[in-house]
């Protein structure tokens, strides 16, 4: 398989059983004079990220303006970043396992990239509110590459694109029901903030929204096609399932990844039932390989969610693909025949963003980007799994091509049916927050210390000295009992 993220699909039985045992063995946290080093370490080296970030507290609820932003004991502010580096107001350099949430798979920062969007600033400006070339070039880019994507509209953000997708599905399968995996994050609209994180959860984190929003947002546990037989066969008394709606690799890019054949049977009883699949490429678009993730596991999805992928990182990204005929009841104006899907978004599909996210994909073709940081993902979860094992740790290490898991805590893989593990929560989120400012420490940027994203500039020598450093964390821990 040519032009992918990586040569086959891990043995997700064997993650699973690592991980089942991780949850169930006493925490192994940071010892107590490596708590203190780490803490020293931003008192003494980050005075003006904590200066800038208090300040913000007073204009910004709670500092940041997103999550991944935030960062224990206080988030880091940054200054300076390129390729596979970051460097913060205090002159702090790091290596960017972030990559901005994971879409600049050719590195933070790209030449190619920023050159052409400086270009259209010159020639056009940010936005005219009229059709520009870039949004052409760029929707043909992608329908090009993903096998499934015959149209392609573009949004704000991966958010509006899981909006768009399911207000079409109801459109064009004049039915209601959404169906979810539980555990994934679909962006924050009012119907998808259901089962976050860990399956099973629900509504518990929908404060703030009517629970009629959530009527017709079902959730099913992941890897389970009986689950998912039985809720669609359910659906047909209340008139039929929409869609379903799956990220193709797993909830929270693969924290709990899919079997091999997950999507085939997704696919298969979508079609049983006149029901829509939706994947969400928000991550494992372009990531996995230029055909994102339907590419791979080669099944095709009715439609297709992006997010920041489809402008390189750039901001203003995000969008929705599929098959023409569910596609062009989007259509703006007045074409398009029958009921349309109403979609708005003025600054959607501004020059800039079309820019760069079309010279971003050119740049990925040109460079194989997605087989190269493939590599650089491997490398790095061969060397965590090996450091786990010589010194026996009870972590897990994994990777999906460019996406690396490293679970220390396994607070995401609770499950909320076993009152012993539910009572774990807040202790090992606290200790997953604590690794995370270790590797901080130790110049790494991560998603929460627990998700790594590897971009093509990740070379050999920026891997094994993550490595090293990553050693000297792990191996900074002991067993505690709770």
Known sequence: ???????????????????????????????????ERIARWFDESCPRSRELTDAAKEVIPGGVQHNLAFNHPFPIAIARAAGAMLWDVDDNEYIDFLQAGGPTLLGTNHPSIRTAVNTVLDEVGPATGLFHEYEYKLAAEISRHMPAVEMFRMLGSGTEGVMAAIRLARVHTEKQHIIKIGGAYHGWSDQMVFGLRIPGTGAMEAAGIPSECLAFTQEVPPNDLTAVADQLEANVALGGTAAIIVEP?????????VTADYNAGLRALCDSYQTLLIFDEV???????????????????????????????????GGLGGRADIMTRLAAGLSGSGPRAFVGGTLSANPLSCAAGYHAIVEMERTDAPRLAGAAGKRLSDGLARIISDNALPYVAYGLGSIVHLQTSGVLLLDIDDIDQLLQVDARKHMMEEMGAALTAHGMITLAGSRLYC????TDEVIDEALNRFETVLTSTAPLSI
């Open 1 to 35: 398989m040519t032009g992918y993220a990586l040569d086959s699909w891990p043995d997700t039985d064997q993650i699973y059983a690592a991980l089942d045992a991780l949850v169930r063995a006493p925490l192994r946290p940071l010892t107590e004079p490596a708590r």
């Open 249 to 257: 690799i797993g909830p929270e890019s693969g924290t709990r990844p």
């Open 283 to 317: 991550v494992s678009g372009f990531r996995m390989g230029l055909g994102g993730a339907q590419g791979f596991f080669d099944v095709a999805a009715d439609l297709t969610v992006f997010g920041k992928c489809v402008a390189g990182g750039y901001p203003g990204a």
């Open 455 to 458: 971009s093509m500039a990740d």
